[in-house]
């Protein structure tokens, strides 16, 4: 149901979203194939693309729902569903952000661009090295990182932008975990500090999304988080075992980037000479990586 020109210019800002929505979908829908997401095609198959019954299970919504929403019913849309439909249609960061815009709300995604992270502030990180140092957010989403990062815990160059997150990795990615001595402390001490920061966002989509979503994924993060524990951040001493370099010891130290405990860099400097030979070590296996991928 597209609009003609004399709709189009008198309808509403909001009627004008939704039909551009629904043609957005409905296209992206056409060029995604079943194989691109683990369908079999079949014989009979005469819809170009997916079919809408595919879309909506993929997704996790209702059939008739999904399709109100392609003939731009006026129905309320959750940044939930937004995000699983983006995720099913395969979207590049550029027609995530578009889905978002038309359908007026808040990706509640990682950002792929921050106002904290300048040009100035990677050029400060990446300078830093071989000392690991990333910047995170106050929900622990990983905004930029080194290339010493990159390859401390895990191949963080390897993992989805929408997974860069270190509490979702501590609690799901079997290779960053792996890489953490203390895990079971370390996650704990990860959810009492995410409860705290949480007391400050309690009603936005994005931290619910993220509550949800490591409840749901992790029975060891819903025990720690149901002891409603809290603890302030603090530098501390942690170890990792890296899978190149071996155990390096190191001190963890927060650097906020504004009055607020929002963005801050982190960093992880050597705390004896071995930890910092491997790290010189760590770094240069991470650079002749970067330039094999050039």
């Not at 189009?8 to 409905?26: M, S, V």
């Not at 014989?43 to 008739?64: I, Q």
């Not at 936005?204 to 509550?211: D, F, I, V």
């Not at 409603?228 to 190149?244: A, D």
Request: net charge neutral; with cysteine; charged share 25%.
């Amino acid at each position: 149901m597209t609009m003609t020109v004399q709709e189009t210019t008198t309808a509403a800002p909001a009627d004008i979203r939704r039909h551009e929505l629904a043609a957005f979908l409905r296209h992206r829908r056409e060029h995604i194939t079943p194989e691109q997401v683990g369908l079999p095609r079949g014989r009979r198959r005469r819809t170009p693309g997916l079919r809408r019954e595919e879309v909506a299970h993929l997704s996790a919504v209702g059939v008739t729902w999904y399709t109100w929403l392609e003939q731009a019913r006026d129905i309320q849309v959750s940044v939930q569903v937004l995000d699983a439909l983006a995720r099913t249609l395969l979207l590049d960061p550029s027609e995530r952000a578009h889905l978002f815009q038309l359908a007026g709300a808040a990706d509640p995604t990682p950002a792929t661009s921050c106002p904290s992270v300048t040009p100035a502030l990677r050029q400060l990180i990446e300078q830093m090295e071989p000392i690991p140092a990333c910047v995170q957010n106050s929900r622990y989403d990983i905004l930029a990182h080194n290339r010493t990062y990159g390859l401390l815990l895990c191949d963080l160059e390897a993992v989805p932008p929408e997974d860069r997150n270190c509490m979702v990795l501590c609690y799901t990615n079997e290779e960053w975990a792996a890489s953490i001595v203390h895990l079971e402390e370390t996650r704990r001490l990860m959810a009492a500090r995410l409860r705290a920061s949480m007391a400050n966002h309690l009603a936005e989509p994005a931290w619910k999304m993220l509550l949800k979503r490591l409840r749901t994924e992790s029975p060891e993060f819903r025990e720690a988080w149901d002891r409603h524990e809290v603890v302030s951040h603090r530098s501390k001493q942690k170890e990792f075992l890296n899978p190149y370099v071996g155990r390096v010891s190191v001190i963890h130290t927060d650097l906020w980037l504004g009055p607020d405990l929002g963005p801050r860099m982190v960093t992880y400097t050597p705390a004896d000479e071995e930890s910092r030979r491997r790290l010189e070590k760590l770094h240069a296996i991470a650079v002749a990586r970067s330039a094999g991928s050039a």
